[in-house]
């Protein structure tokens, strides 16, 4: 459910009724796993306002719940106001906290017979052909989720190496369980998941995979999905340049081409960095922006090189301000200082004073004052994602590729956010371009 706290506005006579933008928009609610430009927005919240949300778990639970057409199940979009296209939206990352209890992942199969084309959007039951069939937990393990109508086996996916992992009461450590406490676990599934009340997917914990026990874990929780809406209907996993190669003359609905697909957001991103304190700037391709966040992880690696990570429900806060004309492709990250690479640090006044010494050597008297950004890239593979991050960073700073390959060598560096295809291009920026696209003053309280 979603509500807001701002009373209904009243009209004026012969004059339609529009809603105030909201202090705080409370978000409950949400998509079948589609990111659908044509259908109704959230709030508004207004600008400089909070949006609230108790997503649920990302992947493995709608990878195995075929009536979700997206392979995610992300929060109902929220408006803001003044948002116009062309324009960014600032989203600070207020507060992320961890509600589920346990979650279970591992990598993944495609089961062959069970999808059309694309196991995340087109589910297909092998018994009665159904697409995208409504279905039932029967018992736990592999084999428990059946199609309502004629009762086969229907999850398109199946875990080949997994685990399952209980988390203590502070959300500080997980450990990775036996076969009894998964299969405890596995009977209360939606209890530990602590799947919010309007989602309807089925909890991979029901599955009770133990390949790997014992394993300790520190959780450092992040989005995986966290942007806005995208200017043609698509996925929400598929909002990405990698995820999104699949859409591109697929045998579904869900189909674009490749022009389509350049009128995504790119907010699948699966980085890290995407946590409490950070700063995410999003492109605005629809009025409003349409902001949603859902596939919050407990923690994992650059890269999530085994496809998928622990994927929990939990409770985040945002604060969302419009940045007017920006006119950026792709999000924009000031992450935590304590998350950037070392020659992507700002310097200390140490550093700089030494740095000073050695250019008056040299017969220079100042040197260029720099602040930290990261550029995100999305691609078909990692050499295609970079050289979208380089492009779009030297567009919005407006120097050579060349200069940011060189600046992100010396001074900074290329990481990976998701394999096959996320980068973040992370370097010191010149302070006085990003004055000039109107950045700096938001670098500037990241790293004060």
């Known amino acids: 459910m979603s509500t807001t706290t701002s009373p209904p506005q009243q009209a004026t006579p012969n004059e339609p009724s529009a809603p105030l933008a909201a202090e705080t928009v409370f978000v409950g609610q949400f998509t079948d796993g589609v990111l659908d430009p044509a259908q109704p927005l959230l709030g508004p919240v207004r600008d400089g306002g909070h949006i609230v949300a108790n997503t649920a778990p990302g992947c493995w639970g709608p990878m195995i719940t075929p009536s979700l057409r997206g392979g995610h199940e992300v929060t109902r979009q929220v408006a803001v106001a003044g948002a116009e296209v062309g324009d960014a939206i600032v989203i600070r990352i207020r507060d992320m906290s961890v509600t589920s209890q346990a979650t279970a992942s591992g990598n993944d199969r495609m089961v062959e017979g069970r999808f059309r084309g694309d196991p995340y959007v087109a589910g297909q039951c092998p018994g009665c052909?159904?697409?995208?069939?409504?279905?039932?937990?029967?018992?736990?393990?592999?084999?428990?989720?059946?199609?309502?109508?004629?009762?086969?086996?229907?999850?398109p996916f199946e875990i080949i190496h997994g685990y399952t992992i209980a988390f203590d009461e502070a959300r500080t450590v997980g450990v990775t369980l036996p076969e009894e406490g998964a299969e405890r676990i596995a009977r209360e599934a939606k209890r530990y998941a602590a799947t919010p009340p309007g989602s309807c997917q089925n909890s991979v914990l029901t599955l009770a995979p133990h390949e790997m026990v014992g394993v300790m874990a520190r959780l450092r929780p992040f989005l995986g999905q966290l942007g806005t809406t995208p200017a043609v209907a698509m996925p929400d996993s598929h909002n990405a340049g990698d995820f999104g190669?699949?859409?591109?003359?697929?045998?579904?609905e869900m189909a674009l081409t490749a022009e389509q697909l350049e009128l995504r957001t790119d907010g699948h991103m699966d980085i890290d960095a995407v946590r409490a304190g950070a700063v995410l700037i999003c492109p605005v391709k629809v009025p409003g922006g349409g902001i949603y966040l859902g596939d919050m992880h407990a923690m994992q690696g650059d890269g999530e090189i085994a496809g998928h990570t622990c994927d929990v429900a939990g409770i985040t806060t945002l604060q969302v301000h419009v940045l007017k004309g920006l006119n950026i492709d792709g999000p924009l990250l000031l992450p935590l200082a304590e998350d950037l690479p070392y020659l992507a640090r700002p310097f200390s006044g140490e550093e700089y004073a030494r740095a000073l010494e050695l250019a008056g050597a040299y017969g220079m008297h100042?040197?260029?004052?720099?602040?930290?950004?990261?550029?995100?890239?999305t691609g078909p593979d990692l050499n295609a994602a970079t050289d979208n991050g380089l492009r779009r960073a030297a567009e919005l700073l407006g120097l050579p590729v060349e200069e940011i390959r060189n600046r992100a060598t010396i001074a900074g560096a290329i990481e990976i956010g998701r394999h096959p295809g996320v980068v973040q291009v992370t370097f010191l920026a010149p302070a006085e371009r990003l004055e000039a696209c109107g950045l700096r003053d938001l670098a500037e309280q990241q790293y004060a």
């Not at 279905?135 to 086996?153: F, L, N, S």
């Not at 190669?245 to 579904?252: D, E, K, M, N, R």
């Open 129 to 155: 052909g159904q697409l995208n069939p409504a279905t039932t937990v029967e018992g736990i393990g592999p084999g428990a989720i059946r199609c309502q109508q004629c009762g086969a086996d229907a999850s």
């Open 245 to 252: 190669q699949f859409l591109i003359g697929a045998p579904h």
């Open 366 to 377: 100042e040197l260029e004052q720099t602040l930290p950004i990261s550029v995100v890239g």
